[in-house]
């Protein structure tokens, strides 16, 4: 749009070379080139902005649990697709105002043919309405997952401790047989509860927020092969595991280390225990579907299990002195710390204190809970950044091309406008009526995008934390937000057509 502008303002200049003699093809070739050089300026300084760029990507500290090397530079190749994406960009871009340029009338062009009042849609109409659609949906989209991933920051995800340091180990990794597995892990919990300040230590293979890891179809066992499967995420902990992270026992009681060595035992969540034995006691039933019946002799707390956003999921907890090779950790097995201060101050003494037992034995993850919990929500952030800066994009090329379209309009109808203002027009109705032009157009694309927006609100509900797809706030800051910087757009090129003088305007061409 800005370069069709630039084109309108340069008819009179085009239309001179034509008749002249310049030949179409070399008109075009200069055009080109000057859109291609716009083009290449951009694409340099897109590179510069990029360099400066890299040293703060590469010190980036992303909450992963895995290190990520970030250090990445610009060789050949980037270079390369830089240059074409450029060149790309200036002949696209430039070809349709280059040819309109090429085919016009010269002889209407010098004898002022775009004089003509009044105005019809056209395609750069129906450009900068797509453009204010697409930047409505973009802005829309980013304060839905701006909007989203501040409700999931606040989401009580069930775990009541606040300040708990995970750490992980894999004994398997040492070879140690299962027997020496669990004296290694009673041995070092022992120990780091002797510590000033640690209020209670378990373990864990699964994390809260974390991995989805095995799950099993249970079943209530009274009901046999008339028992409906449901599908349950196993996890193996430790005795003092839910009073250690701060999930209440709501029904029965938590497991203790006379546990260990009798008969099997499962802890249920509210979500399982209501799927698989109703408005049953559970207390005391016996859990089908793993590879032997489990005793129930708790029922615990809901709390999120995967991701923050969706709901809990049933869960089935069990000893891990008896599930064996079962439930599997991604990291080995966690110590759940639960600490009176600062979690990280104790880092250093857990440390400590797994080394005294096993040397050689490697530490695969530390971290606090809310370390943790950033972790989880690390893909939103990641998403709402990207959705935002494409928004922020959108909406500036919206911008500039109602700019284009409205100052395009301007050129176009100078002699009109002199008119209007020699019959006695005055400068305020001039400015009207360059504005009510870019106001429809906006009007247009914010009704569009609207539209639109509702429709992918209303899909992607399932993705949101907290929030409706067609959130009234996010709506009411976007509406005005667009008005604004569209009247902006609009009033620089009708502040100049209200500032032309009539006896030049009339003199024109």
Not at 173 to 178: A, E, F, K, S, V
């Amino acid at each position: 749009n800005l370069l069709l502008a630039r084109a309108a303002a340069r008819q009179r200049e085009i239309a001179t070379r034509l008749s002249i003699g310049a030949g179409r093809g070399r008109l075009v070739r200069q055009l080109l080139t000057e859109s291609v050089s716009l083009a290449a300026l951009g694409g340099a300084l897109g590179l510069a902005l990029c360099r400066a760029a890299l040293p703060l990507i590469e010190n980036l500290d992303l909450p992963l649990p895995l290190p990520v090397d970030l250090r990445i530079g610009i060789d050949g190749r980037v270079v390369l697709f830089a240059l074409l994406s450029t060149l790309l960009t200036g002949l696209v871009f430039g070809l349709a105002p280059a040819w309109k340029a090429s085919r016009q009338s010269y002889v209407a062009a010098l004898k002022g043919d775009a004089w003509k009042t009044g105005r019809r849609w056209n395609l750069r109409d129906f450009l900068v309405v797509a453009q204010v659609m697409t930047a409505v949906v973009l802005l829309i989209s980013a304060g839905l997952t701006l909007r989203s991933l501040h409700s999931g920051a606040q989401i009580n995800v069930g775990v009541g401790a606040q300040n708990l340091l995970l750490v992980s180990v894999d004994p398997g990794l040492r070879r140690y047989t299962p027997q020496q597995e669990a004296r290694f892990f009673d041995e070092v919990s022992r120990r780091i509860s002797a510590l000033a300040g640690v209020q209670q230590v378990s373990t864990t293979t699964r994390l809260p927020l974390g991995p989805i890891g095995v799950e099993v179809g249970v079943k209530d066992e009274r009901r046999k092969e008339k028992a409906v499967e449901v599908g349950a995420n196993l996890y193996s902990i430790g005795p003092g595991y839910f009073q250690t992270i701060g999930v209440p026992v709501l029904l029965g009681e938590e497991f203790a280390p006379r546990h260990q060595n009798g008969d099997l035992v499962a802890i249920v969540n509210q979500a399982a225990a209501r799927k698989l034995f109703g408005a049953d006691d559970p207390i005391g039933l016996a859990l089908g579907g793993i590879y032997k019946p489990y005793r129930v002799i708790g029922v615990v707390a809901d709390h999120r299990s995967a991701t923050i956003g969706e709901p809990p999921r049933p869960a089935v907890f069990l000893l891990r002195t008896q599930t064996g090779s079962l439930t599997p950790g991604f990291f080995g097995t966690y110590l759940v710390v639960r600490t009176a201060a600062d979690p990280l101050s104790y880092l250093a003494p857990v440390r400590a204190e797994i080394r005294r037992l096993d040397a050689n034995m490697a530490i695969l993850d530390a971290k606090t809970w809310a370390h943790h919990r950033d972790q989880a929500l690390f893909v939103p952030r990641i998403a709402a950044f990207v959705v935002a800066f494409c928004g922020a994009m959108g909406f500036l090329i919206a911008a500039i091309g109602l700019y284009g379209v409205i100052r395009y309009s301007v050129e176009r109808r100078t002699r009109e406008i002199g008119i209007r203002l020699a019959l006695g027009s005055t400068r305020a109705e001039v400015l009207r009526l360059v504005i009510k032009q870019g106001a429809w157009l906006t009007a247009a694309g914010l009704a569009l995008g609207l539209a639109v927006a509702a429709l992918l609100g209303r899909a992607v509900q399932g993705l949101l934390y907290g929030i409706a797809g067609t959130d009234p706030l996010t709506y009411a800051l976007v509406v005005p937000l667009v008005a604004v910087v569209a009247l902006i757009a609009c009033w620089l090129p009708a502040r100049r057509a209200a500032r032309l003088s009539p006896v030049e305007t009339l003199r024109y061409d």
